[in-house]
């Protein structure tokens, strides 16, 4: 089966904005009926262990786009970075950086992305779009300043061999009296982390690992890490007001910087 899951999110320094799609590249073998220990025996299913493990990576960071809507942080982001690139079940298999000199028009930041990115499969134009995409005709006018452009890949290939790219885009965005959204003349940093499935881990800590991390399927991947559009915004708001599965949840704060990232796999 194949199938194309992208993640991406902005988040904004101050007040966070964030606004995930899901677009998947390449070859997802997963058997639908898989569960526990196989989903990470198997390597076969490993596009679905990949997704678990990066799930899972969030909830513990508590960062929860669907959750959290317009509410996620950009140190929420960071402590899922964190803890999804040192996840001892991937190794990095580079971390290219370019920079990027923006003329403030939409157009050409597509461009520039295109030119400098790295795509994990295929031509970079379908990053590119992620990336631009995020960046809405109109906002709150609180939201000027900084914005962090976070793009998140999951990419099998026929061999079962799994990726994650996260990728990140800093850009200075202006927000004017009508609340339009402009791109300022800048310079930018474009950010990639790849990451790849060890396979050999995944196999011989199966049962740890399934013992400890939920199954999330592609399809619940996709949809925990994605935050509402504007159109879908108004019954967001609805959710929030009079309750919904995943409304108004309290969490607790993020565990201190010196507990472990995986306290509880004990590998």
């Given amino acids: 089966m194949t199938s194309l899951y992208i993640v991406a999110a902005i988040l904004v320094q101050g007040k966070s904005v964030a606004s995930s799609k899901a677009i998947f590249i390449g070859v997802d073998n997963t058997d639908p ?3 526990g220990a196989a989903i990470f025996r198997d390597p076969r299913n490993h596009a679905t262990a990949a997704a678990s493990v990066i799930g899972f990576s969030s909830k513990q960071a508590n960062f929860k786009p669907k959750e959290q ?13 964190q803890k999804a690139v040192s996840f001892p079940g991937f190794f990095t298999r580079e971390a290219p950086y370019s920079t ?28 590119a779009s992620a990336f631009v995409e995020q960046i ?6 609180e939201s000027s300043g900084a914005w962090t452009l976070v793009l998140v890949t999951i990419y099998g290939d026929e061999s079962d061999t799994i990726s994650v790219d996260i990728s990140s885009i800093e850009v200075q965005v202006s927000v004017n009296g009508d609340g ?3 791109l300022q003349k800048q310079t930018a940093q474009l950010n990639q982390h790849v990451v790849q499935v060890n396979r050999s881990f995944f196999v011989n800590y199966a049962d740890t690992l399934s013992s400890r991390i939920p199954k999330e399927s592609i399809e619940t991947f996709k949809d925990e890490l994605t935050t509402p559009n ?15 599965n995943h409304a108004c949840k309290s969490e607790s704060p993020l565990a201190h910087r ?7 796999l004990q590998l």
């Fill in 100 to 127: 990027l000199h923006l003329t403030g028009d939409l157009d050409q930041f597509k461009e520039q992305i295109s030119a400098n990115y790295i795509p994990l499969s295929g031509k970079a134009d379908v990053a």
């Fill in 230 to 244: 504007s159109k879908d915004r108004s019954q967001l708001l609805k959710d929030w007001l009079f309750g919904s």
């Fill in 258 to 264: 010196r507990q472990r990232l995986y306290p509880l």
């Fill in 180 to 182: 339009s959204v402009s």
């Fill in 136 to 141: 809405p005709e109109s906002t709150e006018q």
């Fill in 33 to 35: 009926n898989a569960s």
């Fill in 69 to 81: 809507g317009l509410d996620a942080t950009h140190r929420e982001y960071q402590a899922f970075f």
